[in-house]
């Protein structure tokens, strides 16, 4: 779910800048905590169409923050409609890495992801930004945060201090949703998009077009001037819905994967249940992400990144500085995960 409001996009004001590497806040009024040797990352999972790079703008637009893209097919260059990559403008000015870089015909395997990745969070954070890493592809994000076993002697190990969120819906909500979803892409150019880069003798085991949406029409352009306009139009309506019928796959497998991450491996996530945004529309379905997604997203970041630090002003008052609020000092102002919706 990519929709991007103009609220998200407008700058932020007096946003403190976070030293990811030490975990200080470079503000004058903080009270620091000892130094931290992990790097801090904000890693946001979802299946596909859950609404992860939406809430990696929100995220970004109230933090001083960089994105970083962990889909394996937005990685590469072109198909931009059937890989469903976040646009230009809907980036709202915030710096994406790993988006849209690599050759389309060249193989990028997970290490190549956590060597590149970990030096596009090495660059974020000696600007003394906050990485955010966003994406689909869960076996990118584990080996960048677990698996050691990709990096060679050249690297350190990844040892970041992660705050997972996790953007997730209901799938029977969900299916229906992409499968909308693909209608528009249709409509946006997505099989003008594969056509242009159709190659009989192309493999379909390689690079961007292992991208679902590609192997899947293959057949409608080998055929297609052997048929009549007929019939073209069915071999057409079977490559979509072929389309449609993997992207649910993939949204299902995703959501199992995470699961397995979850409950299987330990991960600490923060689950925040979309689904009743996706029966809501416009204004109505903007505040209600606000108040299930975007907000308590918000709020567990917050309480990440500034725990145990108390940031008080001249007047006795401990502060918020990105909700604008002054609390007297006396008054206990930690937020917990329990405002998640689940």
Not at 218 to 234: E, G, I, V
Not at 240 to 255: D, H
Request: hydrophobic share 40%; glycine share 6%; proline share 4%.
């Amino acid at each position: 779910m990519k929709r991007i409001s103009m609220v998200m996009c407008r700058p932020a004001t007096n946003r403190p800048l976070v030293d990811t590497y030490g975990g200080h806040l470079n503000m004058d009024l903080v009270m620091m905590n000892p130094r931290r040797q992990k790097e801090k990352i904000v890693v946001i999972l979802g299946a596909t169409g859950t609404g992860k790079s939406r809430l990696s703008i929100d995220i970004a637009s109230r933090f001083p923050a960089e994105i970083v893209n962990s889909d394996k097919m937005q990685v590469y260059k072109g198909l931009d409609v059937v890989t469903n990559k976040i646009t230009e403008d809907e980036q709202c000015g915030i710096p994406h890495h790993l988006l849209g870089t690599v050759p389309p015909d060249e193989d990028f395997t997970r290490a190549d992801f956590c060597y590149e990745a970990s030096l596009a969070i090495g660059s974020i954070g000696a600007r003394s930004q906050l990485p955010v890493v966003v994406g689909g592809s869960n076996s990118y994000v584990e080996a960048l945060v677990t698996n050691h076993e990709y990096y060679n002697y050249h690297f350190r190990s990844p040892m970041y201090d992660c705050c997972f969120l996790w953007v997730d819906v209901e799938m029977p909500v969900l299916h229906k949703y992409v499968c909308d979803r693909v209608d528009r892409m249709v409509q946006q150019g997505l099989v003008d998009e594969v056509r242009e880069m159709f190659d009989p003798e192309a493999d379909y085991s390689k690079g961007i077009r292992r991208a679902i949406g590609v192997p899947e029409l293959d057949r409608y352009f080998r055929t297609k001037k052997f048929l009549n306009r007929q019939a073209r139009a069915r071999v057409l309506k079977e490559a979509i819905e072929e389309i449609k019928k993997n992207t649910c796959k993939l949204a299902s497998r995703q959501r199992e994967k995470i699961h397995r991450l979850w409950n299987l491996k330990g991960w600490s996530l923060h689950r925040l249940n979309a689904t009743k945004v996706f029966h809501r529309r416009g204004e109505e379905a903007d505040r209600v992400w606000d108040e299930l997604v975007a907000g308590p997203g918000a709020a567990i970041v917050t309480e990440f990144l500034y725990k145990n630090a108390a940031l008080v002003d001249s007047g006795g008052f401990t502060c918020d500085p990105l909700l604008g609020i002054r609390f007297p000092h006396a008054i206990e102002t930690t937020i917990t995960a329990s405002t998640v919706a689940r």
